[in-house]
C-alpha cells in the first residue's frame, strides 16, 4: 500500500514539475582525457588519438533509465546491442562483425581496465550479467576496433569500459526509483571523499526489488551490487585498492511465439505477438510456471524457479599500484580476483504443438484425435481436457527450460605496466610501453535442461501430457535431447606479453602496437544418457521417468591444448587545425574461442587438436578505418563535435550452435565495410548527441558441419542491420532539464539463409527533472514511449515457423522483443 500510495503521489508531483518547465543538459567535454585503448600511457583527448572511442557519464545513462546493461551500450556509436534478454545474456557485437550465437565473442567488457570474464561468449554465462550500472560508476568508454586488437584479449572488435568513482572529488547522493506502471523498488546510494591529505574512498552500491516489465505477477529481478575503493597516494604515484560484492537476479528472456507473413516469394516476416500475446511485454513465465523439478549432474533431484532467472554471485578483491620509479620510468599493475558462481533459468520456446498434442508440423499425419490428449495441468481450467476451443490462441507453447548451474566462473586477471616518455630536439615525444596481462578463467557448469508445455498467453499455465511428471512434459528431456545433463570442468589461461609506441611531433602522431597471446585450455566434458529415475519419488517409473537424462562421467570430449596468435595495430593521427584532425589504422586481432569448441569436432580422443584444428580455436579479424574527428567548432553560436570513421573489416569464425540438442558445427567468413558517425552539438541550455552506423556485410564462405554450404554466400548475416541510430537531445534551463533519445535500427535477417525478415524498429525514452531545491532532483523517466515492438532474435537451428492452420502457409515462428513501456520516477538527493 506504501509503495502504490508513494507512486501516485510521485507521479502527480512530477507531471506538476514537467508542466512547469524543462532542466540540466549532458555535458559533453570533448577536452577529456581517455585511458581505455589508448597506447599512451598518460591518456589522450579524442581528436589526438587514431581510434574511435567514445565515452557516456553517469548523468547521460541515470536520464535514459535503462532496465538492463544492454539498453546503455546500444547508445554508444557502432555498437549493435541486442537488449531485449533481461538483465543479462545480451547478444552484442561491434561493426559488422557477426552474432553468431550469444554473447559478445568479439568485445570486452571491462570494469575499471580489466576483464570481467576471459571469453565473452561463454554458453550461459556471457559478461554483462556480472556487472550492474549504478551511482558507483563515473563513465563507460568504449573503443572500436583499432588497438583493442593489441591492448586487450579476446576483444578484437572493441572494448566496453566501465569505470567506477574513486571519491577523489568528494560528495555522494541517494536515490529512490519507484515503477509508475510496473511494480519495481530501487535505492542506490554512494559517497567519497577524503579521510586525509593524501587518502580518499569511495562506496555505494543499490538495490532492486521488482523489475515486473512484463507483468509476470511476481519480482523477476532481486538484490544488488556494493563497490568500493580506497586510494592511498604518495610523492610518486599511489596505490588503491577495489571490492565488489554483486548477489541479484535477473529475468532470462527468450524467444517466445509470434505471428509469421510470407511476402510469396519465399522470404518471411516476423509478427509483433500472437494475438493477445505481446512479445514486448509479456512472457511464458507466471506463478503458474515457474516452479519444476530437475535432476543434476551428482543425480540428485533438485527445485528450480524461473523467477530466479539469471542468479549471478560476485565477490571481487582488487589492486592498482601506479609509481613513477625514476628516469621517466612509470609502473603500473593492476590485478582482480574473482569469486563468480550462479544459476542460469530460462524458457526457451522451441515447438509449437496443438491441442491435442501433435507437434508442427512434423507428426501431424500420425496424430490420432483421442489417443494423448492434453490436460490443463493448474490454473482455471485445472483437470480439463485442452480443446481447441478453450486454448488460448490455439496452440500450445513446447518450451526448453535451460537449467544451468554456474557451480564456478572465477578468475584472476593481472596486468603489468612499463612506460617511458623520451623527450628530443625539435619538441617530438616517444612515448614506450612494455607490459604483460595474464588470466585464469573457470569454467564448471553443470546442466540439465526440462521441457514444458504451456498456454500461450500472458499468465501461462502449465499443461499435462500423457508423460508428464509434476505437469513437467520432460524432465532433463529438453528437445527431447537425453544428452542434456551435461557438466563441464574447464580452465582457459592466457599470458600476453604486449608493447606499444607512440611518437608525436606537433600535429602528427604516429603509434605501434603488437601482442602476443598464448592461451592454454585443459579440462573435460562429462556425457549423458537417458535412463530411469524416479523423479516424484512414488516408487514407481513412470512417464518420461523412463527416460530422464542422467550424467554417466563418460568423458565425451577432453581439452589439453595450446594456441596463440600475434595480433598488431599501427595508425596515424594527423591535426590539421586545433579543432580538426585525419586518421587512419590497420590492425589485426583475434579472438579465442573456449567451451563451444568442445563441440567443433577438431579433437583428438586424447584431447589433442587435429591436423589444422588450430585455426577453429582462433577467429582472426583484420580491420582498416580511416576518418576525421572535429571538436570545439564554433557552429550557428554553438559548438560542434562531429567524428567520422570509414571501416573495413574482414573476419573468420569457427563456433557451434546445440540449441536443437545436436550440436551444429559452423565456419564463416565474412567482409563488412561502412561508416560510423557520433556528433555532439552544445548552444547554451540546448545539447544533442547522435550516433549512426551504417554497414554492409556479406558472408563470404560457410561451411556447415564440415560441409560447404555454398548458397550462403553473398547473404547478409543474421541479425545484420544495415544501419543503426541513435539522437538524444536535452534542453536545461533554470532548474529544470528535459531530453530523449531516440533509437533505431534497420531491417535484417534472422538467419544465414536470409529467408526471414525481422523488421526494422525505432524506440523513443522520453525524460525530464527539476531541482526541488538545489540539492534534491524529482526526475521523471519514460522509457519505450510508444510501447514499441523490437525483434532482436527470431527463429533459430533453420526453423523458419510452422504451419499450424494446415494451408501449407507458415504462420507462427518465434521471437525476442526489447521491453515495452516502462515509467519510473525517481527522488534524488545530492550531497
Do not use: C
Not at 34 to 57: A, L, Y
Not at 99 to 108: M, P, Q, R
Not at 125 to 148: H, M, Q, W, Y
Not at 409 to 438: I, P
Request: without cysteine.
Amino acid at each position: 500500500m506504501f509503495i502504490r500510495t508513494s507512486q501516485k503521489l510521485l507521479a502527480t508531483a512530477a507531471t506538476a514539475a514537467l508542466l512547469t518547465a524543462p532542466a540540466f543538459a549532458q555535458d559533453a567535454n570533448s577536452d577529456e582525457v581517455i585511458t581505455t585503448g589508448v597506447v599512451s600511457s598518460k591518456g589522450k583527448t579524442k581528436i589526438d588519438t587514431s581510434i574511435s572511442v567514445s565515452s557516456i557519464n553517469l548523468e547521460t545513462i541515470q536520464d535514459l533509465a535503462p532496465t538492463n546493461l544492454a539498453e546503455i551500450y546500444r547508445n554508444l556509436p557502432g555498437i549493435r546491442s541486442e537488449s531485449s534478454s533481461g538483465g543479462g545474456n545480451s547478444n552484442v557485437a561491434v561493426r559488422g562483425l557477426p552474432i553468431s550465437t550469444g554473447g559478445a565473442k568479439y568485445l570486452s567488457t571491462q570494469e575499471d581496465g580489466l576483464p570481467v570474464l576471459l571469453f565473452g561468449d561463454s554458453n550461459f554465462a556471457p559478461a554483462d550479467g556480472f556487472v550492474k550500472a549504478d551511482s558507483t560508476l563515473a563513465r563507460i568508454e568504449s573503443v572500436r576496433g583499432g588497438t583493442s586488437s593489441t591492448l586487450t584479449t579476446n576483444g578484437v572488435g572493441g572494448i566496453i569500459n566501465i569505470i567506477g568513482k574513486t571519491g577523489q572529488q568528494e560528495g555522494g547522493s541517494a536515490a529512490i526509483t519507484y515503477g509508475l506502471d510496473h511494480d519495481d523498488m530501487r535505492f542506490d546510494a554512494e559517497y567519497g571523499g577524503s579521510l586525509s591529505e593524501d587518502m580518499y574512498f569511495h562506496i555505494g552500491g543499490h538495490f532492486q526489488q521488482g523489475g515486473d516489465y512484463r507483468d509476470s505477477g511476481y519480482d523477476p529481478i532481486s538484490g544488488g551490487q556494493i563497490r568500493g575503493t580506497l586510494t592511498k597516494e604518495f610523492e610518486n604515484g599511489f596505490v588503491r585498492v577495489t571490492g565488489k560484492w554483486l548477489d541479484k537476479k535477473d529475468a532470462a528472456y527468450f524467444p517466445q511465439l509470434v505471428s509469421r507473413t510470407d511476402d510469396g516469394s519465399g522470404v518471411g516476416t516476423v509478427g509483433e505477438s500472437l494475438g493477445g500475446f505481446e512479445a514486448q511485454n509479456h512472457s511464458i513465465y507466471s506463478n503458474l510456471t515457474r516452479n519444476g523439478i530437475s535432476v543434476d549432474g551428482a543425480g540428485n533431484a533438485i527445485p528450480y524457479d524461473l523467477a530466479d532467472g539469471l542468479d549471478h554471485k560476485v565477490k571481487a578483491i582488487g589492486a592498482e599500484v601506479d609509481y613513477d620509479l625514476g628516469s621517466g620510468i612509470n609502473f603500473n599493475n593492476k590485478m582482480r580476483y574473482q569469486d563468480i558462481k550462479g544459476r542460469f533459468l530460462g524458457g526457451f520456446t522451441n515447438g509449437v504443438s496443438d491441442a491435442g498434442g501433435a507437434n508442427y508440423p512434423a507428426d501431424r499425419s500420425v496424430h490420432v484425435p483421442g489417443t494423448d490428449e492434453l490436460t490443463y495441468f493448474n490454473g482455471p481450467n485445472a483437470g480439463q481436457v485442452v480443446t481447441n476451443a478453450n486454448l488460448p490462441n490455439g496452440v500450445v507453447s513446447n518450451v526448453a527450460v535451460f537449467d544451468v548451474e554456474l557451480d564456478d566462473m572465477s578468475n584472476f586477471a593481472n596486468e603489468l605496466k612499463l612506460s617511458k616518455s623520451f623527450d628530443f630536439d625539435g619538441g617530438s615525444t616517444l612515448d614506450v610501453t612494455l607490459g604483460h596481462f595474464f588470466m585464469n578463467q573457470n569454467l564448471n557448469q553443470d546442466w540439465h535442461w526440462s521441457e514444458l508445455r504451456t498456454t500461450t498467453e500472458n499468465d501461462a499455465a502449465l499443461i499435462a501430457t500423457p508423460q508428464s511428471i509434476n505437469g513437467i512434459h520432460g524432465v532433463n528431456q529438453a528437445f527431447g535431447w537425453d544428452g542434456s545433463n551435461r557438466n563441464y570442468d574447464l580452465e582457459g589461461q592466457v599470458s600476453s606479453p604486449f608493447a606499444a609506441a607512440s611518437w608525436t611531433n606537433d600535429a602528427l602522431t604516429l603509434d605501434a602496437s603488437v601482442r602476443f597471446d598464448n592461451m592454454t585450455q585443459t579440462g573435460v566434458r562429462l556425457e549423458a544418457a537417458g535412463g530411469d529415475f524416479d523423479v516424484n519419488n512414488d516408487g514407481v517409473i513412470t512417464g518420461s521417468e523412463s527416460s530422464v537424462s542422467l550424467n554417466t562421467g563418460t568423458v565425451g570430449a577432453r581439452a589439453d591444448l595450446e594456441v596463440d596468435n600475434t595480433a598488431w595495430s599501427v595508425g596515424a593521427n594527423y591535426r590539421l587545425y586545433d579543432d580538426f584532425s585525419v586518421f587512419g589504422r590497420a590492425s589485426s586481432g583475434a579472438s579465442f574461442n573456449f567451451d563451444r569448441a568442445l563441440d567443433f569436432g577438431v579433437r583428438n580422443p586424447d584431447g589433442s587438436l587435429r591436423s589444422g584444428g588450430e585455426d577453429a580455436y582462433v577467429d582472426v579479424a583484420d580491420q582498416y578505418e580511416v576518418g576525421f574527428k572535429m571538436q570545439n567548432r564554433e557552429i550557428a553560436g554553438g559548438d560542434l563535435d562531429f567524428y567520422a570513421t570509414a571501416f573495413f573489416t574482414n573476419t573468420e569464425e569457427s563456433n557451434v550452435e546445440i540449441l536443437s540438442g545436436t550440436p551444429n558445427g559452423r565456419v564463416r567468413e565474412y567482409d563488412s565495410k561502412g561508416v560510423e558517425l557520433e556528433a555532439n552539438y552544445n548552444n547554451g541550455g540546448f545539447d544533442l548527441f547522435a550516433t549512426a552506423t551504417f554497414t554492409d556485410a556479406e558472408i563470404t564462405r560457410a561451411e556447415d558441419n564440415g560441409v560447404a554450404n555454398t548458397v550462403l554466400e553473398g547473404n547478409t548475416p543474421q541479425r545484420q542491420a544495415d544501419m543503426i541510430w541513435t539522437i538524444s537531445p536535452s534542453y536545461t534551463f533554470d532548474r529544470f532539464r528535459v531530453g530523449g533519445s531516440w533509437v533505431g535500427t534497420s531491417d535484417s535477417f534472422s538467419l544465414d539463409d536470409n529467408l526471414l525478415v525481422q523488421d526494422g524498429y525505432s524506440v523513443l525514452h522520453l525524460y525530464g527533472a527539476v531541482n526541488v531545491t538545489e540539492a534534491l532532483e524529482l526526475s521523471i523517466n519514460a522509457n519505450n514511449v510508444f510501447d514499441a515492438v523490437g525483434i532482436t532474435e527470431s527463429a533459430n537451428d533453420g526453423r523458419n515457423g510452422w504451419d499450424t492452420n494446415g494451408d501449407g502457409n507458415l504462420d507462427t515462428t518465434i521471437g525476442r522483443s526489447i521491453t515495452g513501456r516502462t515509467i519510473s520516477g525517481r527522488l534524488r538527493y545530492t550531497f
